[in-house]
């Protein structure tokens, strides 16, 4: 069964550094999400990407987030410089279109821990 | 607006049980409501789902049930397995663009 890869799967950094957390959709694909989970809360939207751009993004995703699709294969969630508070499972997702009762299928995770 | 309100927190059931789970939400544009699975250490995982013009889905043992009047869902799980136990999340989205989560529900299924 086709899948979402996620790398890392788990990556611990230094406050104020950099992060770029890389995901692999499902081929056909066309729809690309990314959300957080912070240890024991609930899933949290923050970004969705469709032809090359941004096509909604939630509050959480500020300035210091970035996405982008460099290769035609691979999807990048970059954090420019990391807070405490962005210590989170980050999940990627990949759905066929974006609307309609469309399935999300979700990757594994990555686990960021920032110290 | 465009919160989406889960209970319980956590959930305990004897093995054959009926574990029910439910939601509320805020924003009437929501037109998809999707219960999710996650097992630990995995991505959540689509269970079942809905639109808001029907007011029941039944697959296998898992049933939604769906009340647009007073904008609440819930899922039911009817003989309920050791294996079911994992934590489940309901979730609301228009156009899959912005999916909503509620703060999800930890099922523990006892043998």
């Known amino acids: 069964e086709p899948e979402v890869t996620q790398t890392p799967s788990h990556q611990v950094t230094q406050m104020g550094q950099e992060v770029i957390l890389r995901c692999v959709p499902i081929?056909?694909?066309?729809?690309f999400y990314w959300y957080r989970q912070i240890l024991g809360q609930k899933v949290e939207f923050l970004v969705s990407?469709?032809?090359?751009?941004?096509?909604?993004k939630s509050e959480i995703f500020d300035d210091q987030f970035s996405v982008e699709r460099p290769d035609g294969s691979n999807f990048t969630l970059k954090i420019r410089s990391t807070k405490l508070e962005d210590s989170a499972m980050y999940f990627c997702?990949?759905?066929?279109?974006?609307?309609?009762?469309?399935?999300?299928?979700f990757g594994a995770g990555s686990r960021l821990t920032v110290l | 607006q465009q919160q989406v309100k889960q209970s319980p927190q956590s959930l305990i059931v004897q093995k054959g049980g009926i574990s029910i789970i439910n939601c509320a939400y805020e924003?009437?544009?929501?037109?998809?409501f999707p219960w999710y699975q996650q097992f630990p250490g995995k991505g959540p995982a689509l269970l079942i789902a809905?639109?808001?013009?029907?007011s029941e889905k039944k697959e296998g043992r898992f049933t939604i049930s769906f009340n647009k009047s007073a904008k609440q869902f819930s899922l039911h799980i009817m003989d309920s397995q050791p294996g079911d136990s994992a934590t489940y999340f309901c979730?609301?989205?228009?156009?899959?663009?912005?999916?909503?989560f509620g703060a999800g529900t930890r099922l523990t299924v006892k043998p």
């Open positions: 809905i639109r808001p013009d029907v």
């Open positions: 990407f469709y032809n090359n751009e941004i096509s909604e």
């Open positions: 924003n009437t544009a929501f037109d998809y």
């Open positions: 081929s056909n694909h066309l729809y």
């Open positions: 997702a990949s759905s066929v279109e974006g609307s309609g009762a469309n399935v999300l299928t």
């Open positions: 979730a609301a989205s228009k156009n899959n663009n912005d999916m909503r």
